[in-house]
């Protein structure tokens, strides 16, 4: 309610054009007497409130505004939107993220919702409605973080994943493992 609460975009780089391609947003609390506090520090603690639900819709207006404002400045970039697995039991985040699409005239194309691979595992099929009423929208859903539970690529087969990003922990010393 204090507005406390600030997003940075962490641009996302075309390897091999060196072009920005996107942009992901990061919400921070930037907590009066503690200062910039990381999302693993408060976000755990807000998916057992009934406080998940206006964080989430927080972060998406924030961001679909921004959106807006760098589309009428003739940049208009995709922009990427880490999700917790317990909105995915929210039956009417669907119907929300469309009308918020709606309300800030921005096309689907240009958004993307990012699960942990720990929804994978945790997941018992309840959320692959939303899931699939989300991809129904036109929007992109991407696995985040993939390689550092015990999932399998088997897990994805009926989900609506466009994208799948791999841990940096489990590709970072490739160059030299044999």
Same mark, same amino acid.
């Given at each position: 309610?204090?507005r406390?609460?600030?997003?940075y975009y962490?641009p996302k780089?075309?390897?091999r054009t060196?072009?920005i391609?996107?942009v992901?947003?990061?919400v ?12 693993d520090e408060f976000?755990p603690?807000v998916?057992k409130?009934?406080l998940?639900?206006?964080l989430t819709?927080y ?6 505004r ?5 589309a009428?400045?003739?940049?208009p970039?995709?922009i990427?939107?880490?999700l917790s697995p ?8 669907p ?5 918020l699409l709606e309300?800030f005239?921005?096309p =689907?194309?240009? $958004?993307? &919702?990012?699960?942990?691979e ?5 997941? #018992?099929?309840?959320s692959?409605a939303? /899931?699939?009423?989300?991809? =129904?929208?036109? $929007?992109? &859903? ?5 390689g550092?539970?015990?999932? #399998?690529l088997?897990?994805?087969?009926a /989900?609506?994943?466009d994208?799948?990003k791999?841990d940096?922990s489990?590709?970072?010393d ?5």
């Amino acid at each position: 309610d204090a507005r406390e609460l600030v997003l940075y975009y962490q641009p996302k780089v075309e390897t091999r054009t060196g072009q920005i391609c996107g942009v992901e947003a990061l919400v921070r609390w930037n907590h009066p007497e503690r200062g910039m506090v990381a999302p693993d520090e408060f976000i755990p603690l807000v998916e057992k409130t009934v406080l998940l639900s206006p964080l989430t819709t927080y972060v998406m207006e924030s961001v679909m505004r921004q959106w807006r404002v760098w589309a009428d400045e003739g940049t208009p970039i995709p922009i990427a939107i880490n999700l917790s697995p317990r909105s995915l039991l929210d039956r009417q985040l669907p119907e929300q993220v469309a009308s918020l699409l709606e309300r800030f005239a921005m096309p =689907s194309a240009y $958004l993307r &919702l990012e699960l942990t691979e720990s929804f994978l595992m945790a997941d #018992s099929g309840r959320s692959n409605a939303v /899931l699939h009423e989300l991809a =129904s929208t036109g $929007l992109s &859903l991407s696995i985040d973080d993939f390689g550092t539970g015990y999932s #399998s690529l088997s897990h994805l087969k009926a /989900l609506p994943i466009d994208e799948i990003k791999i841990d940096r922990s489990f590709v970072m010393d490739m160059h030299v493992d044999g």
